[in-house]
């Protein structure tokens, strides 16, 4: 029994001391000391030993667990120490090499188109205003003529934080804000982000862009109307650009109508960029509905306004020519590049 312990404790001494990674190391000790390791086994065999002789041998025993733990600890310790400096020395910085080359971004088509849209309408006396991307039903949806049941509330589906929380739809809601502060008159254009639980593809994205505008004032007529977004476009397409106005709904206007312009590309001859009609489609607008201004507390017999929302990712896509909105989401610097 003591030689065997010897015996063990010779080969454990000199495996540790060979022993050059942490890992090893543990295997040495569940070797030695684990459930069945030999020391562990050794002790199992006390029975073997005459009884007088047991406390001597458990002594003997508990000698060697003692400094074979202590040896472990002790190596431990000094490969850590060595795996640190090694680690230490490799991520030392050399102050002499070449710095990585930082990559530049580049400016996004939206944020230049709205760039382009902010000068316009700042030109013709305009605010740019922000509102909340978080928003009230009420500011959404209710203050603009959109009620609970109203079915325009359908085609907006959009993520509700609570039943009266959501992410906005459209950037209207900043028309009700800027009403309700109760200064007039009101000239402002609202761009932001808007919300919609669309599938992507290559027209719809569940967020995307809108500007919004709004003008209030005295004696504010549907020829105010036509005449502003008349100038706006020939001022983003060209001084040849015409525009029509085809009659809509919106439930926040009233009258309503749809904008085109005549194709950039073929000046309105009809191409395959047009599909052939000449026009595009561009933007929706409309006297503010009376109702609107009323919930918001302006009389609307004594002022009247008009008001129009523009997609601003529409207006990238077609001035750049950008065929897959999606590619506008990417951030792909090879793509950003070109504009
Ligand atoms: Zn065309």
Redesign the pocket.
Known sequence: MKSKLEQIRAKVLSQITDCDTTDRLNEIRVSILGKKGELTDLLKSMKDVQPEERPKVGQMVNEARTEIEKLLEERKAKLEKALREARMKAEVIDVTLPADRRELGHRHPDSIALEEVERIFVGMGYEVVEGPEVERDYYNFEALNIPADHPAKDEQDTFYITGDILLRTQTSGVQVHEMEKGKLPIRMIAPGRVFRSDEVDATHSPCFHQIEGLVIDRHITFADLKGTLAEFARALFGEETKVKFRPHHFPFTEPSAEMDV???????????????????EILGCGMVHPHVLEMSGIDPEEYTGFAFGVGLERIALLKYEIDDMRLLYENDIRFLRQF
């Not at 005549?262 to 595009?280: D, H, P, V």
């Open positions: 005549t194709c950039f590309k073929c000046g309105g001859k009809g191409c395959r960029f047009c599909k052939g009609s000449g026009w595009i």
